[in-house]
């Protein structure tokens, strides 16, 4: 028997996209910056329609969310892609009730961390 599985993207969940420039006009730098900080997983940057984009919840008060970066290396050491971090980090996840970036965003770091080092075993 044949069934169709519907195919949800996670980054569908963000809701607002900005490219290197906006991204930069928020954080009060220069474009390098950003890129920089993409590259050091201070900032989560995805190609979307083939620009690189930044979801807007990783900006907070003027700086990247600081929880981004130690995650994000956790998820890389438990072998992750970088693509399979960004897409967990937007998928619900059971234990916590809702994504981990919407728990990251909560200040719930170390439960979020705790279930991503559970991962690599």
Do not use: C
């Not at 028997?1 to 993207?9: E, F, G, P, R, T």
């Not at 072998?79 to 967990?88: H, I, K, R």
């Amino acid at each position: 028997m044949w069934q169709s599985l519907l195919v949800v993207d996670p980054l569908d969940q963000v809701s607002q996209w900005l490219n290197i420039t906006e991204a930069a006009t928020l954080l009060g730098v220069q474009p390098g910056k950003v890129r920089r900080y993409i590259e050091e997983h201070q900032l989560i940057g995805v190609k979307r329609e083939g620009v690189m984009k930044i979801p807007a919840e990783n900006i907070v008060n003027g700086e990247p969310l600081p929880s981004i970066r130690g995650t994000i290396l956790v998820l890389l050491d438990a072998g992750f892609s970088l693509e399979a971090a960004v897409n967990w980090l937007y998928t619900k996840d059971e234990i916590l009730g809702n994504t981990p970036m919407e728990s990251l965003i909560a200040g719930r770091k170390s439960e979020v961390r705790r279930i991503a080092q559970s991962l690599a075993l």
